[in-house]
């Protein structure tokens, strides 16, 4: 459950759309400016039909292999029964990232007070990366009824709106996670208020003003706002458009500890495994010291034959070791080391017994406690 909390924030500096009258628009499709209807924004498959949410596992590039091989993906949604292949590639408009994405590069051409965006990662296309503030990366679109919440590991991505739907050349190279859900309006209240957690890097932002008088939260974190009291942790239930219940977690630079041993095992109060870019300087190892234990993921297999290391992976998720009570699998965007302990960040989790069979299978070999 929600935690009621008074947060004082500190602040530092689709588819074609189709001609139609306003009056004629069908339900689930939203007047537009200049007379024209547009459906209601919403993450898209690969078929170009809305989903309530899917998932995407960009895979590593093969060794010697063309640039092609570092833009494949799995995918699945509630549909789909697991893995499938993804039907095109990483920097196209066809694939399911780049169909949800589409919206925002369509409609922001023109400017419009129906949308609001906030597109932030602490690896921006066009700017420095930081190693102050929230470790994370994602993408926030949404009009008066719904929108969605994209959390994904790839550095420069996605392109600013005023620019076109791209693939970044650096991630052809390291496996990738992407995280996409469909929510209604109101849950926007909830997840602004995570990323004022999170102390998001935004490179990108409209707010207009009518979605700020309603979203207070989502307009300070896109001017860079964060949380300036404690806790420095929240946990909270988003519910998606569908109905599927997601659990998110942000935590603030000031909370000083992992992510994963030092809350969120305790919180789901279940060991987990952790994928995440094992790279970095200061990893932590594998942690038995808590009731909960937190192992390190160190290679994964699909059963279609792609096999790699977490060395070749910059992914971020975790699974719980054993669905003994609960399946749970969380998507999110932070590593195991040193550094992080003192930086925002989080994860969206699900207790979903197909998705907890799909990433499971995938490990094949992690680091055990010594």
């Known amino acids: ?23 004629t628009c069908p339900t689930d499709i939203h007047p537009y400016s200049a007379g024209t209807c547009r459906q209601a924004i919403s993450c898209y498959d690969d078929n170009g039909q809305p989903v309530d949410w899917f998932i995407i596992y960009k895979l590593p590039q093969e060794k010697r292999g063309p640039p092609e091989t570092g833009m494949m993906y799995k995918y699945q949604d509630s549909s789909t029964g697991g893995w499938v292949d993804g039907k095109s590639l990483m920097n196209s408009t066809a694939a399911s990232v780049g169909r949800t994405l589409l919206q925002l590069y369509k409609f922001s051409q023109n400017q419009s007070e129906d949308l609001a965006y906030v ?18 990366k994602g993408v926030v679109l949404l009009d008066r009824s719904q929108g969605f919440w994209l959390v994904h590991s790839t550095p420069r991505f996605p392109p600013m709106a ?33 990323l004022l957690y ?28 964060h949380v300036k009291s404690p806790p420095w942790n929240r ?8 109905g599927k219940t997601f659990v998110s977690f942000a935590k603030y630079n000031l909370f000083y500890d992992d992510l994963y041993s030092g809350w969120l095992a305790g919180a789901l109060k279940h ?42 992976d910059h992914s971020k998720w975790s699974v719980s070791l054993s669905n003994s009570h609960e399946a749970w699998t969380c998507i999110g965007d932070m590593n195991r080391d040193m550094e992080e302990e003192k930086r925002g960040g989080g994860t969206v989790c699900t207790n979903d017994l197909g998705i907890w069979k799909s990433y499971r299978s995938l490990v094949t070999d992690y680091e055990p406690c010594t």
């Open 198 to 225: 999170n102390n998001i890097r935004v490179f990108d932002s409209s707010v207009p003003d009518a979605f700020a008088e309603d979203l207070p939260d989502l307009s300070s974190a896109a001017k860079h706002c």
């Open 1 to 23: 459950m929600e935690t009621d909390l008074r947060l004082a924030h500190a602040c530092s500096n689709p588819p074609e759309s189709s001609t139609c009258g306003s009056d």
């Open 162 to 194: 005023k620019d076109q739907y791209s693939w970044p050349k650096n991630g052809l190279r390291n496996g990738q996670s992407f995280l996409c859900v469909t929510y209604s309006y109101a849950q926007f209240k909830d997840i602004g208020t995570q």
């Open 235 to 242: 946990q909270v239930q988003l519910d998606s458009l569908g």
């Open 271 to 312: 060991d987990l495994l952790v994928q995440f870019w094992p790279n970095s300087r200061g990893v932590l190892r594998s942690n038995c010291s808590q009731p909960y234990h937190v192992f390190n993921v160190q290679s994964i297999a699909f059963p279609s034959g792609a096999n790699f290391t977490s060395h070749v």
């Open 119 to 136: 597109l932030y990662n602490d690896q921006p296309p066009l700017e420095m990366s930081s190693t102050i503030g929230g470790h994370t």
